[in-house]
């Protein structure tokens, strides 16, 4: 059964840092791993997919990386503002199209 | 522009009650949509795979029978939360595809007195 872990649970940082948030899992066999963006109470955007095949991808201030072989990923926030508060989660997809989701880190990014 | 949306998107009712959600897909027609449920401080879990034309396929632990899923239409697939309890009470969100990108509506606070 996959299973996906986020480390750290919450991070706060003064705005400016710069940042990388930690996603493991535990079954290599993925089709890609993509990473969200949550605002609470709100539903899921799409900050970067990478696919089985790639090993990292970028947009903005974000990059993700993938290490398909160990099962891990990290999303690299450059220059972090106050307007990147929120949840970040991981997720893994399988087949299927099932979507394992890690239990998201909470940023602040305090002014 | 939103391209999958949620009727509603907050509710609050009194325990025993059922309830319908509503998920709508804007722009594509879906055959297939996914339910989601996201507890407080936790992550999305797969409840059910909503089947257009056909049954839903349900993940081991959720009850079919609790949990109604109709995709009636290329574009809709509702959810009812029958005779609810509050711990029901969860965060709900469905998800289509289109190719190999993920859309997720915006989701339903079910609140259960």
């Known amino acids: 059964k996959q299973e996906v872990t986020q480390i750290p649970a919450a991070l706060s940082v003064p705005e400016g840092e710069n940042l990388v948030l930690n996603c493991s899992f535990t079954?290599?066999?993925?089709?890609?791993l993509q990473w969200f963006r949550q605002d609470p109470g709100k539903g899921l955007t799409s900050l970067l997919l990478i696919q089985s095949s790639q090993r990292e991808q970028t947009s903005g201030r974000l990059n993700a990386s993938l290490d398909k072989s160990s099962g891990r990923s990290t999303l690299y926030i450059a220059a972090s503002q106050p307007g990147d508060s929120a949840t970040y989660l991981c997720?893994?997809?399988?087949?299927?199209?099932?979507?394992?989701f890690g239990e998201g880190t909470q940023l602040t990014v305090n002014p | 522009g939103a391209v999958v949306s949620q009727h509603p998107s907050r509710v609050i009712c009194k325990s025993g009650t059922s309830v319908k959600i509503e998920c709508r897909s804007l722009d594509f027609q879906a055959t297939t949509m996914f339910w989601y449920r996201q507890f407080p401080k936790q992550s999305l879990m797969l409840m059910a795979t909503?089947?257009?034309?056909?049954?839903?396929?349900?993940e081991q632990g959720v009850e079919k029978d609790k949990f109604l899923i109709n995709h009636a239409s290329l574009t809709l697939s509702t959810l009812t939360v029958t005779s609810a309890h509050p711990e029901d009470s969860s965060f709900y969100i469905c998800r289509r595809d289109r190719g190999n990108e993920q859309f997720f509506g915006p989701g339903t606070r079910l609140t259960v007195l």
């Open positions: 079954d290599s066999a993925i089709y890609n």
């Open positions: 997720a893994v997809e399988t087949s299927g199209s099932r979507l394992t």
């Open positions: 909503s089947n257009e034309g056909s049954k839903a396929t349900y």
